[in-house]
């Protein structure tokens, strides 16, 4: 049962690419042998009526009473068309740009935004671009609009925003499978801009100060915290002596009088001499014992 579908599956997809292997005919004999007749009575004029270049990035697809002639396209270099009965379409294998022009779109979160993009594409098979599709250029390039739309449709706008690349992607995968029966390669796409509305702006840009604020304030506190913690170690190391109060002091006024040419006048309270003082009088008195 699967092979008999099988069968006519694969006929009908030879014959939607244009192959067709059917002879002449006797009528087409006939008028094959007329046309080759008239090349040869008119040589060599004719010579250079049927012979025709074909550059390194082109490819052309003949016909010959409107069949074509074989399952890959001639060139390049030079073919020979005979006269009256061939016609021959040039297929360019170039990549091609297409600009898509800002489509207005509908994000899932109901935010309308306007999007650009730009497909990079190429013919990979110029039987199938010629015979498949009336004009492949004019319908990538409309497929390219629809599918951008609709991949978009189905994204927020903070989505949008942040996975351009995966949507590109995405876009790509699509309108490979669409177009390959059309003998297209779609090399790659990309999202040139997201325009957004004003006011839409305006709310994000508040939303965005607001949330820098907020992390700001609480950078602010941490660093408060930390510095409370240090001066509070700072206190109980400067708590078990108290000269090294005193010398702290005395080293914050020179660094004071280093940054600052200036005279500065400070009280100094007795209980510094105090301590001074009984330091050098134990220092004294123990002397002697130690002796």
């Not at 319908?139 to 978009?152: D, S």
């Not at 390669?185 to 100060?209: H, Y």
């Not at 280093?258 to 004294?284: A, C, Q, R, W």
Request: net charge positive; hydrophobic share 45%.
């Amino acid at each position: 049962m699967d092979s008999r579908v099988s069968s006519p599956e694969k006929q009908d997809k030879e014959n939607f690419v244009g192959v067709n292997n059917k002879r002449l005919g006797v009528c087409g004999w006939l008028l094959f042998s007329l046309s080759f007749l008239l090349v040869i009575i008119t040589f060599p004029i004719s010579i250079w009526m049927c012979l025709k270049i074909i550059k390194e990035y082109e490819r052309a697809v003949v016909f010959r009473l409107g069949r074509i002639q074989a399952d890959k396209a001639k060139g390049p270099g030079l073919i020979l068309v005979l006269p009256c009965i061939d016609v021959f379409v040039k297929v360019d294998l170039r990549t091609i740009t297409c600009n898509i022009p800002p489509q207005e779109i509908l994000t899932r979160d109901s935010v309308t935004t306007q999007v650009d993009g730009v497909v990079y594409y190429r013919v990979y098979s110029a039987v199938s671009a010629v015979a498949n599709v009336n004009d492949v250029h004019q319908a990538t390039f409309l497929l390219a609009q629809t599918t951008l739309r609709n991949v978009l449709g189905t994204q927020t706008l903070s989505q949008i925003l942040a996975g351009r690349e995966e949507i590109a992607h995405s876009i790509q995968t699509l309108l490979d499978d669409a177009t390959d029966l059309w003998g297209i390669r779609v090399a790659r796409v990309e999202i040139k801009d997201v325009r957004i509305p004003v006011q839409l702006q305006r709310s994000m840009a508040a939303e965005a100060e607001a949330t820098r604020e907020a992390r700001a304030k609480v950078l602010a506190a941490e660093g408060e915290m930390n510095a409370s913690k240090s001066l509070k170690s700072a206190s109980m190391v400067l708590a078990e002596s108290p000269v090294a109060l005193q010398l702290r002091y005395l080293q914050t006024l020179s660094t004071v009088a280093t940054e600052k040419n200036s005279t500065i006048v400070f009280p100094l309270p007795m209980n510094i001499l105090e301590g001074i003082g009984g330091v050098g009088y134990d220092n004294h008195k123990k002397l002697p014992n130690k002796a």
